[in-house]
């Protein structure tokens, strides 16, 4: 049979096993910060109706209109999409299951996202974000919290980045702000870009957001929301920047904040770092009064952020180095037969200790034993050899103190009952 090779698709990355460890980290260090402030996991499908993201996220934004897996359903013609994010299928979800009736949610998700851009460092077609969605609450008290638990998380990281903040304000003074902005970029029609032409009529906001440097000048002239937020908005960011404040978190107001989803109103928010090049913004997040009722659920207000768990996870090895972690505590090694039945019942009693035990399988010559022994970093090594065994008896040698430096220590001469007694405690 002709051989064929299969790669990966372009994008789309393997997390190989000695990347698990730092992986490890962030997870659990997110999972239980969020739990901390008593957010609970929510798991949503990988697949939607496309319908739900063109209505959530919006037609007119660089997602829907070109970086969308989407595809029909060649079973029943239905239009599905690889979620390119997950807060509208969290609100879907939320309204599917009457989750804000009795009581306000706070929710938590870490799980695989999909948009077809063009990959660089940082930007993967599939990527991963963790997120946390508090559905039910008028704010700003939760957008404080959300923006202390990410302030958290990235102190017991270790990692420094910027908190650059800005008001979207309410539907109307966006209108006003809108129709301000599309007079004073077609007084300046001479210097868009094609990019920014299609958008003036449709979505404006988003030019703000160029990164073309001919048109830099132009945009910082151009009238800011921020002057067209009424007393209610002006006292929410207020408050928003008070309660920042005196948590101690630094930010700066960014009035060119834009973010690429339609669905914000007053506070947004973007977590950056300047460790990463062009693709620095670990975390983007803000409120979302208008989405839950814009997909059929009854009005209520809501907020949340996702974070981009590549990004942070590259940002941890650049600082921290890579995580390592032993495959195990205990390495058992055996010379096969018998012996290797006592090497599976002592790491059986291990294991109820708590202990993570490998049993050597494989080859019994005891150098490549001890090979494997070493390569799995595990602090100690049982040996089951046959004379011992006959003895009711293996050797126990130390590899690694704690902190996994190497040990020479003499092997010991245990009695089997013995061996979980001496890593019991
Ligand atoms: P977003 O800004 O589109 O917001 O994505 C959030 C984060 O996901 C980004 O800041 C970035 O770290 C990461 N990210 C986005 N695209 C990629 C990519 N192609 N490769 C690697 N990382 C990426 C949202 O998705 C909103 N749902 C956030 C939110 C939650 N707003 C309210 N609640």
Redesign the pocket.
């Given at each position: 049979m002709a051989k064929v090779k299969i790669v990966g698709i372009k994008g789309m990355n393997d997390m190989l096993p000695e990347d698990a460890a730092i992986w490890e980290k962030f997870e659990d260090t997110a999972r239980s910060i969020a739990a901390s402030y008593g957010y609970r996991q929510i798991r949503t499908p990988i697949l939607e109706a496309t319908q739900l993201f063109t209505r959530g996220i919006g037609e007119v934004t660089d997602?829907v209109e070109k970086e969308m897996y989407s595809f029909t359903d060649s079973m029943n013609g239905e239009a599905l999409t690889l979620r390119?994010?997950?807060?509208?299928a969290v609100v879907r979800c939320a309204i599917e299951h009457n989750l804000t009736y009795n009581a306000p949610q706070r929710l938590w998700y870490f799980g695989p996202?999909f948009?077809h851009?063009r990959p660089q460092r940082?930007?993967?077609?599939q990527?991963h974000?963790f997120?946390?969605?508090a559905l039910g609450f008028n704010g700003p008290d939760v957008d404080i919290e959300l923006l202390a638990m990410t302030s958290r998380l990235w102190k017991a990281l270790g990692i420094e980045a910027r908190l650059e903040l800005n008001s979207l304000g309410a539907l109307e003074e966006r209108a006003a702000h809108r129709e301000a902005l599309i007079a004073y970029f077609e007084k300046h029609a001479d210097i868009l870009d094609e990019d920014a032409k299609r958008r003036l009529h449709t979505n404006p906001l988003r030019i703000l957001d160029t990164k073309n440097p001919e048109m830099q000048e132009m945009v910082n002239a151009a009238p800011k929301l921020l002057d067209f937020l009424g007393e209610e908005s002006l006292a929410f960011l207020a408050k928003l920047e008070a309660g920042v404040q005196a948590l101690g978190i630094n930010y700066s107001i960014n009035p060119r904040l834009v973010?690429?989803?339609d669905?914000?109103n007053h506070t947004v928010f973007?977590?950056i770092t300047d460790k990463l090049g062009s693709?620095g913004?670990?975390?983007?997040?803000?409120r979302?009064d208008p989405l839950i009722e814009m997909l059929g659920g009854r009005p209520t207000p809501a907020?949340?952020?996702?974070?981009?768990?590549?990004?942070?996870i590259e940002l941890v090895r650049e600082t921290a180095g890579d995580v390592v972690k032993a495959d195990c505590d205990v390495y058992i090694a055996h010379q096969g037969g018998h012996t290797e039945m006592v090497a599976r019942q002592i790491g059986e009693k291990l294991r109820d200790c708590g202990k993570r035990v490998i049993v050597h399988a494989g080859s019994t010559s005891f150098k490549s034993m001890m090979k494997r022994a070493d390569q799995s970093l595990a602090q100690w090594c049982v040996i089951c050899g046959e004379g011992e065994v006959n003895e009711n008896c293996v050797s126990v040698k130390r590899l690694r103190d704690a902190a996994g430096n190497q040990q020479f220590a003499e092997q010991m001469k245990v009695e089997i009952d013995q061996v979980t007694e001496l890593f019991g405690q």
């Open positions: 997602i390119p994010e997950n807060t509208s996202m948009r851009e940082g930007r993967y077609r990527f974000q997120g946390c969605e973010r690429g989803l669905y914000y973007e977590w693709q913004t670990i975390c983007g997040g803000g979302y907020v949340g952020f996702a974070i981009g768990a590549e990004r942070v």
